[in-house]
């Protein structure tokens, strides 16, 4: 299988604070997408980004697959953004997606 | 579109009491996942599905069986529920291996094993 690296695996802010989150993933993959759970458990799609980059608002990522990693952006954050962002990575051959074991923002007013 | 739904979103048992799970997509996706969310850890890979009538085990399929026997349905069945299963369990649907192969998930079920 994959193995998907996230870091840090806690991170407190003070809103308005930026923060970058990494996911390391360590064989070529062809889709990578971006999640956040929100505190009530909802899973929510942020970015698909199997390579380049994309902002979405407060948010982009950027993932260099040559390099086997990937990196959300969160700017200016808000109380709303706390929660848990989870990488997860497919390889067409392996049928399934890998999901890395996430990252806990919390965000303070 | 209501996307992914998951059928209940709450339920208790008993130890040693069976029970199913419905996850059910209206976006044709070929693919459908059954994942289990334990505290403080990412989700683990129960059973998957590549298309209708097939399934095939995921990283923790021990105590859970599956069926695709409609395209849209992927159900989960517990037939003697344990503690270790209580969870939040997820399902989630893509598209097949394309380049827009996004994973969309439900609002997942709350299971507890007493």
């Known amino acids: 299988g994959i193995q998907v690296e996230q870091s840090p695996p806690d991170l407190i802010l003070q809103e308005g604070a930026n923060s970058t989150l990494r996911c390391n993933f360590s064989d070529s993959v062809n889709n990578l997408q971006w999640f956040h759970q929100n505190p009530w458990g909802q899973l929510i799609n942020l970015f698909y980004i199997p390579s380049g980059t994309k902002q979405n608002g407060r948010l982009s990522a950027t993932t260099v697959a040559t390099e086997r990693y990937s990196l959300l952006y969160i700017s200016s954050s808000q109380t709303t953004d706390s929660g848990v962002y989870f990488c997860a990575v497919h390889r067409y051959n392996f049928n399934k997606f890998y999901f890395g074991s996430g990252t806990k923002l919390n965000v303070k007013p | 579109n209501a996307g992914v739904t998951q059928t209940p979103k709450f339920r208790v048992l008993k130890t040693g009491q069976s029970m199913t799970l419905l996850c059910a997509q209206d976006?044709?996706?070929?693919?459908m996942y059954w994942y289990r969310q334990d505290p403080g850890m990412g989700l683990r890979l129960i059973h998957y599905s590549v298309g209708e009538g097939t399934t095939a085990k995921g990283e923790v399929p021990d105590g859970y069986n599956v069926s695709r026997l409609k395209k849209q349905n992927f159900l989960l069945g517990l037939e003697s529920a344990a503690p270790s299963q209580t969870s939040v369990y997820f399902c989630a649907s893509s598209t097949r291996g394309g380049p827009t192969d996004e994973q969309y998930f439900g609002p997942g079920t709350r299971l507890t094993v007493t």
């Open positions: 976006m044709n996706h070929e693919y």
